[in-house]
């Protein structure tokens, strides 16, 4: 073979193993963008964070950097996520499940927490309260349709035979009114609502500062429902699966964490937020939540959940198990410990 022949060739298999890195290096991901939302529901997303477990766990596989993103809800949570803008949400599952719904990338790879909101009155109406009937005429604030607090609350009206106005449909029996939770403790404060159906620890707020009473928990509503979720986007999933094993190993590490030292979990939930300390310790003892990490304990109510929004009309049809959940991570990471 003539020495040109073999320059040739020698270069085009340099521009090969060049091009080939390129390409790897063009799949390799330096940052992660986190949401999340500042209810007690997710302080496992906290912790973590505080603690500087996401950082720590993930440089490993080449992590640098923590992007965290807060939002008042899991609507405008979901929206960034749909932009392409998260590559793991702690969500509610309802939100998720719409967002599912409409065409979102991503799957539930493992629960957060179940149960946690209250349904709270003004203190006057409070006292007048013996059974849902009671709520007739009455207007209450809770979290944008499609979450989980709407989804809930619309849902158990329903059951009760009260029939719900929101801000589009005509007056029925119980008007609903969508709010962030800030925007809902001054409105009942101000005495513009008759009540709140909110996550944790806004109840308790709302309570210290004697403008309400709580009535019924979310877990009277529907026992043990999934509520929080950690969502995963299908892309980070398909590219990056040591990655996703190793969010929900940490996810499980801070939840377990928490658990074992809820005093702790309370002092890191209020220097991230500015929450009274005390208030917060009183929310974590008057709520009906529970942080866990097994997929099992929620996927039947997720589900549930599906059918709720295709009946509301938030989605198009209910979503199967499969189109809503990757356990294998989970599973991964507890077979491994």
Not at 93 to 106: N, Q
Not at 250 to 258: F, L
Request: net charge negative.
């Amino acid at each position: 073979m003539r020495k040109s022949s073999i320059f040739i060739l020698a270069l085009l298999l340099i521009a090969s193993i060049f091009v080939s890195g390129c390409a790897d290096n063009e799949d390799e991901i330096t940052e992660l963008n986190f949401g999340y939302q500042p209810s007690t529901h997710q302080i496992a997303y906290m912790t973590a964070y505080e603690k500087g477990w996401w950082q720590e766990d993930l440089a490993p596989y080449g992590i640098e950097k923590i992007n965290e993103n807060s939002f008042p809800t899991g609507a405008p949570e979901m929206q960034t996520m749909m932009a392409g803008d998260l590559d793991v949400a702690y969500v509610g599952a309802a939100p998720a499940i719409e967002a599912l719904g409409s065409g979102l990338d991503a799957k539930i790879i493992a629960p957060v927490q179940i149960n946690g909101s209250s349904l709270v009155l003004s203190t006057e109406k409070a006292l007048e309260y013996k059974s849902p009937e009671d709520l007739k005429g009455l207007t209450i604030a809770t979290f944008p349709p499609g979450t989980i607090q709407d989804t809930l609350l619309k849902n158990w009206l329903n059951e009760s035979g009260l029939d719900v106005e929101t801000d589009i449909t005509p007056k029925t029996d119980v008007t609903i009114k969508s709010m962030d939770p800030g925007a809902a403790i001054t409105a009942i404060a101000a005495k513009q609502i008759d009540g709140v159906f909110l996550p944790h620890p806004s109840p308790t707020i709302i309570e210290k500062e004697n403008n309400g009473r709580t009535i019924v928990q979310s877990g009277e509503m529907s026992p043990n429902h999934a509520c929080c979720v950690l969502l995963i986007s299908g892309k980070l999933i398909r590219e990056h699966p040591e990655i996703v094993e190793q969010i929900v190993k940490t996810h499980i590490r801070a939840t377990e964490y928490n658990l074992a030292n809820p005093d702790e979990a309370a002092q890191i939930y209020s220097n991230k937020t500015g929450t009274d300390l005390e208030t917060v310790r009183a929310s974590l003892e008057e709520w009906d939540g529970e942080w866990i990490t097994d997929p099992a304990v929620i996927e039947n109510s997720t589900v549930e959940y599906a059918k709720i929004q295709s009946d509301l009309g938030y989605i198009q049809k209910p979503l199967t198990e499969e189109e809503i959940f990757n356990t294998s991570f989970y599973e991964a990471a507890v077979n491994e410990e």
